[in-house]
């Protein structure tokens, strides 16, 4: 390759690279905004992640569209081919946790118009949800920087986030059978739990990608990210 279309290439990898972590952000605000607005009860700001759930997508469609123009056009080798096909993974996951925002912003909005709430609202989701970010946060820091320690951290955090699921559902369990008028609520809210707990799925993922990108070593579904986690 010459050194003009080297350079080109670099331009083009860099411009993805930038999308991707602006979509990172856009996707790390909407959670936090869903899940301060279930806290509030604020219904403008549940509307309002509603509503931009629609450039989360417009997002993923751009950069899948960089990403194939790319290969198509520069026939990328070995660890740049790696970078596009896990900037490929990464945009997935994060029109997911977009997707798990609205959500969150969604049945939030329920739950609050419905009124004549029985179930105090939970300190429990809270927690949940200060995990959650904080661990796409990270994984989005770790992306940044390409920083494979970092990545393993969020992969082991994830446990954090399935024990408070875990406690939130037998909360809520509890309530559900000592009064059957909570029942509904109660699978309401835990949908937002459960929402929310796919977060940190998804920034797992996202780290995982990490270690892809700079090892060339993929941990997905093989135990190895959990093994990779604990080193």
């Given at each position: 390759?010459?050194?003009?279309?080297?350079?080109?290439?670099?331009l083009e990898l860099e411009h993805i690279r930038t999308r991707l972590l602006q979509m990172g952000g856009l996707v790390e605000n909407q959670v936090q905004a869903a899940i301060d607005a279930f806290s509030s009860g604020n219904l403008e700001a549940m509307q309002q992640v509603i509503d931009r759930d629609r450039?989360?997508?417009?997002?993923?469609?751009?950069?899948?569209?960089?990403?194939?123009?790319?290969?198509?056009?520069?026939?990328?080798?070995?660890?740049?081919?790696?970078?596009?096909?896990?900037?490929?993974?990464?945009?997935?996951?994060?029109?997911?946790?977009?997707?798990?925002?609205?959500?969150?912003?969604?049945?939030?909005?329920?739950?609050?118009?419905?009124?004549?709430?029985?179930?105090?609202?939970?300190?429990?989701?809270?927690?949940?949800?200060?995990?959650?970010?904080?661990?796409?946060?990270?994984?989005?820091?770790?992306?940044?920087?390409?920083?494979?320690?970092?990545?393993?951290?969020?992969?082991?955090?994830?446990?954090?986030?399935?024990?408070?699921?875990?406690?939130?559902?037998?909360?809520?369990?509890?309530?559900?059978?000592?009064?059957?008028?909570?029942?509904?609520?109660?699978?309401?809210?835990?949908?937002?739990?459960?929402?929310?707990?796919?977060?940190?799925?998804?920034?797992?993922?996202?780290?995982?990608?990490?270690?892809?990108?700079?090892?060339?070593?993929?941990?997905?579904?093989?135990?190895?990210?959990?093994?990779?986690?604990?080193?």
């Amino acid at each position: 390759m010459s050194d003009h279309l080297s350079k080109q290439f670099d331009l083009e990898l860099e411009h993805i690279r930038t999308r991707l972590l602006q979509m990172g952000g856009l996707v790390e605000n909407q959670v936090q905004a869903a899940i301060d607005a279930f806290s509030s009860g604020n219904l403008e700001a549940m509307q309002q992640v509603i509503d931009r759930d629609r450039e989360v997508d417009a997002n993923e469609v751009g950069i899948d569209e960089d990403c194939t123009l790319l290969i198509a056009r520069r026939q990328p080798t070995a660890r740049d081919l790696r970078l596009v096909m896990a900037v490929s993974r990464i945009v997935t996951d994060l029109e997911r946790v977009g997707d798990k925002a609205a959500k969150i912003a969604t049945m939030s909005r329920k739950l609050h118009q419905g009124g004549n709430q029985r179930i105090p609202r939970l300190s429990d989701i809270r927690h949940c949800g200060r995990l959650a970010t904080d661990m796409l946060q990270s994984a989005l820091d770790s992306l940044a920087r390409m920083d494979v320690a970092a990545a393993r951290q969020v992969i082991g955090a994830d446990k954090a986030i399935d024990a408070a699921f875990n406690a939130i559902l037998r909360q809520l369990i509890t309530y559900m059978m000592e009064d059957p008028r909570t029942i509904s609520e109660a699978l309401d809210i835990i949908w937002i739990a459960k929402a929310i707990e796919r977060v940190g799925d998804h920034a797992a993922n996202i780290a995982e990608n990490v270690i892809y990108i700079v090892s060339g070593v993929d941990v997905r579904h093989s135990g190895a990210a959990r093994k990779v986690a604990s080193e």
